[in-house]
């Protein structure tokens, strides 16, 4: 008894220490629990967490006999109308561009499919959709409108997320009517999904009207134009072309093919050069002004833009993956070279734009009768016009 009786003093004081400490642990607790719910109720920063919008296009086009024009102007124009979607902006952010392409009414195609044939899929693999733009031919035809809109606006990866802007433009010159499938039930179903239609007749508009292209874009709330499809693209030269025609070249040896179709693409490359030169020196200046721009990508066979990606390690691409002439290089020296293509390449981009603000500054004051009845002055007008309702800026 005496024992406890001369402890119980030690005992309090270890209890009161115990009780200290409890509560004191208490406390942090309290306190760490605080700061997590502060951590939790913190505003989130917006320009943190948003992901850039999308536009997306689909171009529906009438290769029947009578469309050479038609076709001509899309070849001729189609980097111009490129280089106006790479200037859109919306909260900020630039969106990403994706481009498919359909042909309709080429009596070649199967009937039993309505003459329709899907050329490329949804993609922002450009050179490869402006090789298959190339490779179109036109051939008699019977043109079905309502199928081919169904078809678009079925087949290809459309958002779910109404921010994004989604269009599809159809070109042909025959009665909207035709075809098993109503136009009005194919236009209806494309709005259901957020995709507007715009129609553009080639000939006469009032007799596009009267044939029903400017009903099919209505039920969408899409815009009817009409263009004279003969007419020759005009293209006028500025002081600054040859200096970027200079650069596109040098914008060509950043890029260093891999795997096992990199080669052909590196040339596939060089070919489109060629062919919008095709429509004079001007054209092949729109393109290349597309290639500095964030719209031009080639990740599945340039190891420059495949670098943007964490996941891409240059060190795992087998040897009979590597240009000739990173072969016999070290993980290092591949590492290396890389990131000195990638300095070059962001270089000659900002060379390239620099030098192409001077030239739409020249073109603007030379500007003189621009006929407006063509497939990219309509195409450009409808799509400004519909990107600013969806919160998009030029």
Not at 259 to 282: I, P, V
Request: proline share 3%; net charge positive; glycine share 6%.
């Amino acid at each position: 008894m005496k024992k406890i009786t001369k402890s119980l003093p030690y005992l309090l004081l270890a209890f009161a220490f115990l009780s200290g400490t409890v509560a004191l642990y208490a406390g942090n607790i309290r306190t760490a629990v605080r700061k997590i719910q502060t951590i939790k109720q913190a505003p989130i920063d917006p320009n943190t967490t948003k992901t850039a919008k999308k536009i997306k296009l689909a171009l529906l086009l009438d290769t029947s006999g009578s469309m050479d024009g038609l076709i001509d102007q899309a070849k001729s124009q189609f980097w111009t109308i490129v280089n106006e979607l790479a200037a859109a902006k919306c909260d900020g952010a630039k969106p990403e561009v994706k481009i498919a392409l359909y042909e309709y009414g080429n009596d070649g195609l199967p009937a039993s499919e309505g003459y329709i044939r899907l050329v490329t899929p949804l993609t922002n693999d450009l050179d490869k959709l402006s090789q298959d733009l190339f490779a179109l031919k036109t051939n008699g035809g019977s043109e079905f409108c309502g199928h081919v809109i169904q078809t678009a606006s079925r087949q290809l990866d459309w958002s779910a997320d109404g921010g994004d802007l989604q269009i599809i433009f159809i070109a042909g010159n025959e009665p909207f009517t035709q075809g098993s499938i109503n136009y009005q039930i194919a236009c209806e179903e494309a709005k259901k999904k957020n995709i507007i239609v715009n129609t553009i007749f080639c000939g006469d508009f009032q007799e596009g009207i009267n044939t029903s292209w400017k009903s099919g874009a209505d039920l969408t709330s899409g815009s009817y134009a009409s263009i004279e499809q003969n007419s020759k693209t005009v293209f006028t030269p500025s002081p600054y072309d040859d200096k970027i025609d200079q650069l596109n070249t040098q914008l060509n040896n950043t890029y260093i093919e891999y795997g096992t179709e990199g080669k052909k693409r590196k040339e596939a490359q060089a070919t489109q050069d060629a062919e919008s030169e095709s429509y004079g020196a001007a054209n092949k200046v729109n393109r290349a002004v597309s290639k500095s721009t964030h719209v031009y990508q080639n990740k599945s066979w340039d190891m420059v833009d495949a670098a943007e990606d964490k996941s891409f390690d240059v060190t795992k691409v087998t040897k009979n993956e590597l240009p000739q002439a990173m072969k016999n290089m070290s993980d290092d020296q591949k590492k290396s070279y890389v990131k000195q293509k990638t300095v070059e390449r962001e270089k000659i981009k900002v060379e390239i734009q620099e030098l192409n603000r001077k030239r739409t500054t020249f073109l603007l004051a030379q500007k003189k009768d621009e006929k407006e009845n063509m497939l990219d002055k309509s195409m450009i007008n409808s799509i400004k016009a519909q990107a600013e309702k969806n919160n998009f800026k030029f």
